[in-house]
Each structure stands twice: as structure tokens, then as C-alpha cells.
């Protein structure tokens, strides 16, 4: 079987020669062969700008190229396509790529994937295939690149991907199960889950995430939809507890073959588990954890700032407490605002925008844990301008010690030439 695959992959990987584009003629139809409904392509060297298959066909799979980049409205003339799969090296995915597919479901972009022409997910054997090919996959996507709003289903395992910022799954407002396994993510922005509001399948599987913290997502029901989340084969040490609180009362987590530790998190976690919730991996006879559990605390250099309108300041706090706590920050508008929280120096970093005048006043910041919750107000002021301060300032650099500074300098300047011309 192994050798079955090997030979698979060579002949996958000399199709793979070279850069595909957006066809401007007739591509020849031995390229592709159509099994029912499902036309599977390969050994292309561009992307066929009308269905090269049967009016009939509802799944369209791409195998084994090297894309270049994936251009805008590649796929504006696929008609009914419900399932897009392309395997390969993808250099990269312009914006509203995918627009034109008005009936898609499901889309698959990975590396090599044998499952490509079903729906189902993909697997380890495809991740052992794509290291025979050096195929590589996806290394990055920019915010909106995937946006399809009739999309249900993501899977975009086994690519190079990194980093998850939080504009990723812009336009995908139907998603409901997204698969990332076998990347190389190290950690989730904590802002992401916004943009999918019905996810309720997340797999990120054999990554390199390393804590799984959220802020106000949670507090804001944004996990409200989520049943089942595997991070199995991941580098947790601890995992948050507090987000069964507004997870669903059937979320179910995996999180086996994690180097997790004996702490507060894990003490609450087993506390707090409803009746239909189930976590995969939780030590049961943990009960003594190795550390100190305490209700939070937030600390900041300043609970004053004074901003000009129109610009924007770092917020900047120190958060204490075990298990690690929920931190959420509201505005004098009523409106949560959202940043990063580090739990590797205990740090929430926000960027307030001072926009509008409502957004002047006093900002309410949360932390709560199992063990209790305070709050900590931070007040913002408007910045005055005195026109007749800013005058003078900008005065300054023409002040008469500057024009002293200027003209001893150019005295110093004659002096050095009269002494080189008397010792000539």
C-alpha cells in the first residue's frame, strides 16, 4: 500500500512542473475525466476559465499543480459547482476568488490530499503524500481571500500555515466545521471565532499551539455554537476552564497528547463539566495542583490618558490570578473592545481608537476566574490644543540659543581655515 502511494506521488510530482494561470482557450479534455457528478483535472499548467467538465458536474477537483496564485473570479463561470478541492503548491489566493461559486459548500486546498474528490476530511495519509511530493500547500492567506458566504465547510489541512489572524474567515458568515490540521499554527487570535458566528466543528489537529486563551470572544457568546473542538497533538500545558461557561452545553474537546499539567485549569475544568460535556484527555485524578489558585487582579502604569481625538493609545495591563482569567474591557459607549492576552508574561494589550467623542470616558476592564472578579477603571480625556503653546513650540528650533549654537559653529568653521592657511 505504502508503495502504491510512493508511486503516486512521483507521477503526482512531475505533474507539478509548472505555474498555473487563468486559461484563455480551450484546455484539452484528456486532461480532465468526469466520474458522475464529481471531474477530476490534473497535469494542467492554468486554471480552465469556463467548467471544462459536464454542465452536470457538482464536485471539481484540481490535482497535483503548482499554482501560482488563484486570481480573482477564477471560478465566475463554474456554475453549480457544491465542492471545490485543489491540491498542489498554491503561491497564493486573491481576494473574491471564490465569488462567483454561488452553490459552493465545501472547499478543500491542501497540499496533496488522496480524499480530494470526497467529502470527507482529510487524513494522514495525505500529509505522508505530500511529504514525498514537496508539495507544500498554502503558506499564508490574507484577510477575505476565502470569503464565500455560501460556504458550510473549510478544510485547509495539511498547508504551511502559521499564523490565524483575525480576519482569515472574513466573509464566511455560514461556516459551520473548518478543518487545519497538520499545520503549523502556534496560536489562535482570540478574535477569529467572531467572524464564523454558526462554527460549531473546529479541528486543528498535530499543530504547535501552545495556549488556547480568549478574552471578550467568549463573554460575548461568540463560542456559543461550538460543539466539538480537537487539539489533539498540540503543545498545551494548561487549557482556559472558564470557557465552558459560554460554550455549549454539548461542547466536546479533545486534548490527548498535550504535555498539560496538573494546574488550577485542569482542577476547574473537571469541576465545571456539565452532564453533556465531554473533554478527551483531562487527568481525573488531578486534584492538587501544582500551583497557588487566587482570584485575578489587574495593575496598570496609568488610570488616566489624555489622547487628541482621532488618534489611538496602547492599553497596556497586568493580569493576575489562577486559573487563568476571562479579561474583557468595555468602552463609556457600552461597546466591548478586543486585544491580545499573553499568557506567557501575563499581559492584555489593547488598541483604543479615539474616533468619536463617545468614545471619550471611563473604560471598565473585567478579569474573573472561578475564584472571584474585579474591575478596573481607566479614564480617557481629551487633549486641548492651545494655539498660542503650539506656536512657541514650533518656534523653538529659531530660538536665540539656536542661532548662538549656529553662529559660533560657523566661526569654529573660519577659524580651522585661517589656522590651515597661516601654517601654509
Not at 463539566?273 to 484527555?281: A, F, H, N
Not at 503653546?389 to 540659543?401: F, I, R, V
Request: hydrophobic letters at 35%.
Amino acid at each position: 500500500m505504502i508503495m502504491y502511494y510512493y508511486v503516486m506521488s512521483l507521477l503526482l510530482g512531475i505533474a507539478t512542473l509548472s505555474h498555473a494561470k487563468q486559461c484563455n482557450n480551450t484546455i484539452k479534455t484528456t486532461n480532465c475525466k468526469t466520474f458522475g457528478t464529481r471531474c477530476e483535472c490534473s497535469d494542467l499548467d492554468c486554471f480552465p476559465n469556463r467548467n471544462p467538465c459536464d454542465p452536470s458536474t457538482t464536485d471539481m477537483v484540481f490535482l497535483g499543480s503548482l499554482f501560482d496564485t488563484i486570481q480573482k473570479d477564477t471560478f465566475a463561470d463554474y456554475g453549480d459547482i457544491t465542492f471545490l478541492g485543489i491540491s498542489g503548491s498554491v503561491g497564493g489566493i486573491e481576494r473574491e476568488s471564490f465569488k462567483g461559486l454561488s452553490n459552493l459548500l465545501m472547499l478543500r486546498i491542501n497540499a496533496f490530499s488522496i480524499s480530494a474528490s470526497k467529502r470527507s476530511w482529510s487524513t494522514d495519509v495525505d500529509k505522508y503524500i505530500a511529504h514525498l511530493t514537496g508539495l507544500i500547500g498554502l503558506r499564508a492567506i490574507e484577510g477575505g481571500a476565502l470569503s464565500n458566504p455560501s460556504m458550510t465547510s473549510l478544510d485547509l489541512s495539511f498547508n504551511q500555515i502559521k499564523n490565524m489572524n483575525e480576519d482569515i474567515f472574513n466573509g464566511l458568515d455560514n461556516m459551520k466545521e473548518i478543518g487545519l490540521a497538520g499545520n503549523a499554527i502556534e496560536k489562535l487570535d482570540e478574535r477569529i471565532f467572531k467572524r464564523v458566528p454558526l462554527l460549531e466543528k473546529l479541528y486543528l489537529t498535530n499543530n504547535v499551539i501552545s495556549h488556547m486563551v480568549f478574552m471578550t470572544n467568549t463573554s460575548d457568546g461568540a463560542l456559543k455554537h461550538l460543539k466539538f473542538l480537537d487539539l489533539f497533538g498540540n503543545e498545551l500545558t494548561t487549557f482556559p476552564s472558564l470557557i465552558l461557561e459560554t460554550a455549549s452545553t454539548n461542547f466536546n474537546i479533545d486534548i490527548r497528547e498535550n504535555p498539560l499539567i496538573c494546574d488550577c485549569n485542569m482542577v476547574d475544568l473537571l469541576q465545571r463539566l456539565g452532564s453533556e460535556q465531554q473533554i478527551i484527555g483531562l487527568d481525573p485524578a488531578c486534584h492538587n495542583p501544582v500551583e497557588k489558585c487566587s482570584p485575578p487582579k489587574i495593575a496598570s502604569t496609568s488610570q488616566e490618558f489624555q489622547v487628541p481625538q482621532g488618534e489611538s493609545f496602547l492599553l497596556q495591563l497586568e493580569i493576575q490570578g489562577s486559573p487563568h482569567p476571562f479579561v474583557s474591557i468595555m468602552g463609556p459607549d457600552g461597546e466591548l473592545r478586543v486585544g491580545t492576552y499573553n499568557i506567557n508574561t501575563n499581559e492584555v494589550l489593547v488598541v483604543i481608537y479615539i474616533e468619536h467623542e463617545s468614545d471619550f470616558g471611563v473604560y471598565t476592564c473585567t478579569a474573573k476566574n472561578s475564584h472571584g472578579s474585579t474591575t478596573f477603571n481607566i479614564s480617557v480625556k481629551a487633549v486641548i490644543h492651545d494655539r498660542n503653546t503650539t506656536t512657541a513650540e514650533n518656534k523653538k528650533p529659531h530660538s536665540t540659543n539656536g542661532t548662538v549654537k549656529h553662529t559660533l559653529s560657523i566661526l569654529l568653521i573660519i577659524a580651522i581655515s585661517l589656522l590651515r592657511y597661516i601654517s601654509v
